[in-house]
Each structure stands twice: as C-alpha cells, then as structure tokens.
C-alpha cells in the first residue's frame, strides 16, 4: 500500500506542472478532497484498474462518500484539467522527441 501513497504523491506533484489552471483560488470551506487529488485518482484509478472511491478511502481519508467526489460540476471541472493535462503532457513528450533528433 505504501507504494500506491507514494505513487499518488508524484502524480499529485507533477499535474500543477501541465494544468496551470489549478491554481485558482475558490471561496469557501475547503472540500474533503481537492481537484488535484481528484486527478491524481482518476490517474491512478487508470494505472492500477482499483476504483476512484476504493483509492481515495485507502489514500486519503476512510470517511470519504461518493458524493464526495462525483458531483455533475465537479466531475465536469476534473475531466476538463484530465483533458489539458494529458494534451500538455503529450505535446511535451512531442517536443522532447523532435529535440532529441
């Protein structure tokens, strides 16, 4: 389990460096789960096939509900920086590639 924490840390990590857009500043109480742990579930949901609510009670918290993380605006808001995420990440892995040519 140690190993999925810290792989969730890394991913946690890098996805500001591609998504420059999640730096905004909300109003409010703070949610259970941010938008960068969100993505970085979604992310490691995807590399591991272990559900996004199974990884967050592992990783996050044991308290955490559903509705918790799969409101409809919610949802819309984290697909969007997924999407800008792994557009940066390709058109930088593009780069990296013509520059080593």
């Given at each position: 389990?140690n190993?999925?924490?810290?792989?969730?840390?890394?991913?946690?990590?890098?996805?500001?460096?591609?998504?420059?857009?999640?730096?905004?500043?909300k109003?409010?109480?703070?949610?259970?789960?941010?938008?960068?742990?969100?993505?970085?579930?979604?992310?490691?949901?995807?590399i591991?096939?272990?559900?996004?609510?199974?990884?967050?009670?592992?990783?996050?918290?044991y308290?955490?509900?559903?509705?918790?993380?799969?409101?409809?605006?919610?949802?819309?808001r984290?697909?969007?920086?997924?999407?800008?995420?792994m557009?940066?990440?390709?058109?930088?892995?593009?780069?990296?590639?013509?520059?080593?040519?």
């Amino acid at each position: 389990m140690n190993y999925l924490f810290n792989l969730f840390q890394q991913i946690q990590q890098i996805i500001p460096t591609y998504c420059p857009t999640v730096l905004s500043v909300k109003v409010g109480r703070a949610p259970k789960v941010s938008d960068v742990q969100l993505c970085a579930l979604y992310i490691l949901s995807y590399i591991t096939n272990i559900p996004v609510l199974n990884l967050a009670k592992t990783l996050i918290d044991y308290s955490i509900q559903s509705w918790h993380l799969f409101r409809k605006e919610r949802t819309k808001r984290i697909y969007k920086l997924l999407r800008e995420y792994m557009q940066n990440r390709a058109m930088s892995i593009n780069l990296l590639k013509t520059s080593l040519r």
